[in-house]
């Protein structure tokens, strides 16, 4: 797996390097149970501190993308959620309802939202009825 950070990004680098790996999982690119670089391996290769580093994978971990295994490193973790309906429901439409508040201050209007929505939705192939 290949990281990209943007310097020039308002993301912090610990969440772009957690979006990639949310976003490679989403789309293929990484299976279950993969090896991801140790904390020094991308260190070294972003040239960023490892705190930082450490700080993405114990969030990812925290969140179940990723499994951590005492001397064997982190690895893709089988993503069959333990949350709640509900609770899956509100984390989704917390980041939704940011998205829409940003649209709204960009003056983007409803049906564009729908077709980028739609977009994004076929992107990732997700299929009716999956929850």
Same mark, same amino acid.
């Given at each position: ?5 943007? +310097? =020039? ?5 610990? !969440?772009?390097? $957690?979006? #990639? %790996?949310?976003?490679? %999982? ?9 090896? !991801?670089?140790? %904390?020094?391996?991308? @260190? #070294?290769? !972003?040239?960023? &501190?490892? &705190?930082? /580093? =450490? ?11 990723? *499994?951590?295994? @005492?001397?064997?490193?982190?690895? $893709?973790? +089988?993503?069959? @959620? ?13 980041? !939704?309802?940011?998205? %829409? *508040?940003? =649209? ?13 929505? &739609?977009? /994004? ?11």
């Amino acid at each position: 797996m290949q990281f990209r950070i943007d +310097n =020039a990004s308002e993301r912090a680098v610990y !969440l772009q390097i $957690i979006d #990639q %790996v949310k976003r490679d %999982v989403a789309l293929g690119r990484l299976a279950r149970e993969e090896r !991801l670089p140790t %904390v020094r391996q991308l @260190s #070294q290769q !972003l040239t960023i &501190n490892p &705190n930082t /580093i =450490a700080k993405a994978y114990r969030q990812l971990e925290q969140e179940g993308i990723i *499994v951590t295994r @005492s001397g064997a490193g982190a690895f $893709i973790a +089988n993503l069959d @959620s333990g949350l709640s309906k509900a609770v899956r429901r509100r984390l989704i439409c917390e980041e !939704l309802e940011r998205i %829409v *508040v940003e =649209a709204f201050h960009m003056q983007i209007d409803k049906e564009t939202m729908a077709e980028w929505f &739609n977009t /994004i939705l076929d992107k990732f192939n997700l299929t009716s009825g999956r929850e």
